[in-house]
């Protein structure tokens, strides 16, 4: 009893602590297409149905949706309401791992060994997790929103299969359809749930079935059912037609230079997740190219890989922790390549848990052994320790919720730490543009360029730049680069038009105009009249010369 009044005062109270800071940050990156930009939120019969995006976020998960839709209902786009559902899902999710948590701790397997202590256990990893700077990104970047609900109902499927199997016999209990109506759930809101059926059978197996025969005698319908959950995840996938243009095979980017990155990327999440400094928001499409750059990280993660197999034999809860790890990941950092963004700290959200966990339950069994041998007043070691662990993570939490607070502040981070990315520092220009701070931003557009050469809206955007700086010649040969390498850019085409009519070069600004057309009549609203008006000024302009052979008559109309 008085560990669940703690747990309900002090994961609130740490949660407020480390995101007090957080509500007013602004709408980056993804948001802007996903919520601002997003008409189809605004009404629930769209919010329901797969429409194109024009982001890879939302596509597949409704669930995510009818969140941001409520949050649109009720507050339009004032971000500080995104936010805090961010915040009070991120707090939900706590309290599922704190109960989880607790049910494996006073599982058949752990409880004689951890006993009357296994709530307050659960509660410190849960709370140790919950501020972790390493989750400012799916709780202060909000639409990675996705990564929270998904852990969400990820922890009670989870959940429900440990307190079905707790309480013995077959047949589909109550905590069964918990445990597979979370999980559809899950499915709803990100593909990372799909395995969720593998580990809560793991789960099931290591803390309360005595072999694999009498598991699958009491409980083949929860897994069977369990399983079935594959089935909506499989129709979501093929109906989110957004998502195939980022995720999967044949975009361009080959599986296995994919999966040779990943180790890099592994051995970056272990780092952070011991000390978690320069936090990236954004590490782009960076892939290993030699052997060099692979060969030191997929040691260490085959290693790992090794050990947790032979813990699932020797140690089983041990090795639980790592499968925790490694297949939590498995979806997004294994062979499927996802293009756009091939390492990201939001995958950490729950892996985080198998990492926290068997440290903090490695340190109670050490200091079992020595603890009672030290003077009463030291006594107090592991609770002062927490206490210092978890104020440590909040205060380093609230300095990352910090960088935050503007789009300029959050993209120079990026640019700082991982200048390799280039569209972190197209990103980083768009927002100084907005600033009004334009050689800044040229130069951004510049050393985006440097990096790739092929990026066609950083050629638009530095012409656009140009052009507001009155640099037209630079602006007109930036569009003309931009339409090299899109020729379907209608904006660039209108934009391109704009320039050569400013330089006096109406014939070609006329044929811009007139791709406007043919490509996005949206776009061109006055354009027909406006490509009237100079035609027929030209054709003034072509009489005065014919009436003046002296070619003195007129310049430009």
């Known amino acids: 009893m008085r560990s669940t009044l703690a747990a309900l005062v002090l994961l609130p109270l740490a949660a407020l602590a480390a995101y007090h800071n957080s509500f007013s940050g602004p709408f980056i990156f993804d948001d802007v297409p996903s919520i601002v930009e997003n008409r189809y939120i605004h009404q629930l019969v769209t919010t329901l149905r797969e429409y194109p995006n024009g982001s890879a976020t939302l596509p597949g998960r409704p669930l995510l949706r009818l969140s941001l839709w409520a949050n649109y209902r009720l507050g339009g786009l004032e971000v500080r309401g995104y936010h805090a559902l961010n915040l009070v899902l991120h707090l939900l999710t706590a309290f599922a791992l704190w109960a989880l948590l607790q049910s494996i701790l006073e599982s058949p397997r752990l409880k004689d060994r951890y006993g009357k202590a296994a709530p307050w256990l659960a509660l410190t990893i849960s709370l140790i997790w919950m501020v972790h700077p390493l989750q ?282 991982w200048p390799i990315n280039p569209h972190a520092h197209y990103n980083l220009g768009n927002a100084l543009v907005s600033a009004g701070r334009i050689p800044d931003a040229i130069a951004q557009f510049e050393e985006a360029l440097r990096l790739n050469p092929v990026l066609a809206e950083a050629h638009y955007n530095l012409g656009t730049t140009f052009a507001s700086a009155g640099r037209i010649p630079e602006a007109i040969a930036q569009f003309e680069a931009a339409l090299r390498l899109k020729p379907d850019y209608a904006e660039a085409y209108y934009n391109l038009g704009v320039c050569l009519l400013s330089a006096g070069r109406i014939p070609e600004a006329i044929a811009q105009f007139e791709e406007v057309l043919r490509l996005n009549p949206r776009l061109a609203k006055g354009i027909p009249e406006t490509i009237a008006q100079l035609k027929a000024a030209l054709l003034v302009q072509q009489q005065q010369r014919r009436n003046d052979p002296s070619g003195e008559a007129g310049g430009a109309p």
Not at 293 to 308: D, F, H, M, R
Not at 314 to 320: E, I, M, V
């Open 136 to 417: 400012t990104e799916s709780v202060s970047y909000v639409v990675q929103r996705a990564e929270i609900l998904g852990g969400l109902f990820y922890l009670l499927t989870l959940y429900g299969v440990a307190r079905s199997a707790g309480a013995g016999g077959g047949g589909i209990s109550t905590w069964s359809w918990v445990a597979v109506v979370s999980c559809l759930l899950g499915i709803a809101s990100k593909e990372i749930v799909a395995t969720a059926p593998l580990l809560a059978l793991a789960l099931d197996r290591v803390f309360f079935a005595q072999s694999w025969r009498l598991l699958w005698q009491a409980r083949k319908g929860l897994y069977l059912a369990l399983g079935s959950t594959w089935i909506p995840l499989a129709i979501l996938m093929r109906a989110s037609s957004d998502r195939a243009a980022s995720a999967g095979f044949g975009l361009g980017m080959r599986w296995w230079e994919y999966a040779l990155t990943q180790p890099y990327y592994l051995c970056r999440y272990l780092a952070l997740s011991v000390w978690p400094r320069a936090l990236v928001l954004d590490y782009g499409a960076y892939l290993a190219r030699t052997t060099g750059e692979v060969a030191p990280y997929a040691a260490i993660v085959l290693i790992l890989l090794v050990l947790t197999l032979v813990a699932l034999r020797r140690a089983p809860a041990l090795g639980f922790c790592g499968l925790w790890f490694f297949l939590i990941l498995a979806p997004t950092s294994s062979v499927v390549p996802l293009v756009t963004q091939t390492g990201a700290e939001h995958r950490m959200y729950l892996p985080l848990v198998g990492l926290i966990a068997p440290v903090i339950l490695g340190g109670y069994a050490l200091w079992q052994r020595v603890g009672t041998r030290l003077p009463s007043l030291l006594r107090a070691g592991p609770v002062l320790a927490a206490v210092l662990v978890v104020s440590a993570l909040a205060a380093r939490t609230m300095a990352r919720n910090r960088e935050y607070r503007s789009v300029v502040s959050i993209w120079q981070t990026v640019v700082d730490r």
